[in-house]
């Protein structure tokens, strides 16, 4: 993906939902921005209405690649996938891999959509695709 990645705290609705072709990165609940010293919650979409969206090649990502982000000023920072998982969204709301303070190092989590538990009635998916990354 290559774009902004713009701070959007919760939506209307009280989620986290980016718009088509929008990654953001959460700014609620104490959430460090990407590459400070914490978690950064990141978020896309896979698809939007079937067609595909900013995060479309984010399932193939595995333990042990790298994740570029790209600073305003010019500089970049690599992180390195540690972990992969698709999560039930119930349990992604207690998760402490995402969710919990991890003080030590700059880490990402990063959250798309998944279909692999299927589809709420409406429309949206059972499960979250999850990436950790630290740097």
């Known amino acids: 993906m290559d774009g902004a990645i713009v701070p959007q705290g919760l939506a209307a609705d009280g989620t986290i939902n980016p718009g088509r072709n929008e990654v953001i990165w959460f700014t609620g609940s104490n959430r460090v921005s990407p590459g400070q010293v914490g978690t950064s919650v990141v978020a896309g979409h896979v698809t939007w209405e079937g067609a595909p969206d900013a995060f479309a090649q984010l399932p193939s990502v595995g333990a ?15 992180f390195t996938v540690t972990s992969t998982a698709a ?49």
Do not use: M
Not at 112 to 133: K, M, R, S, W
């Open 64 to 78: 042990g690649d790298t994740v570029e982000v790209g600073y305003s000023d010019g500089s970049s920072r690599s």
């Open 87 to 135: 999560v039930d969204k119930d349990a992604l709301a207690r998760s402490l891999t995402v969710w919990g303070p991890h003080p030590d190092r700059p880490r990402l989590a990063i959250i798309t959509c998944d279909p692999v538990l299927g589809y709420q009635a409406d429309g949206h998916t059972e499960a979250n695709f999850v990436v950790i990354a630290e740097g």
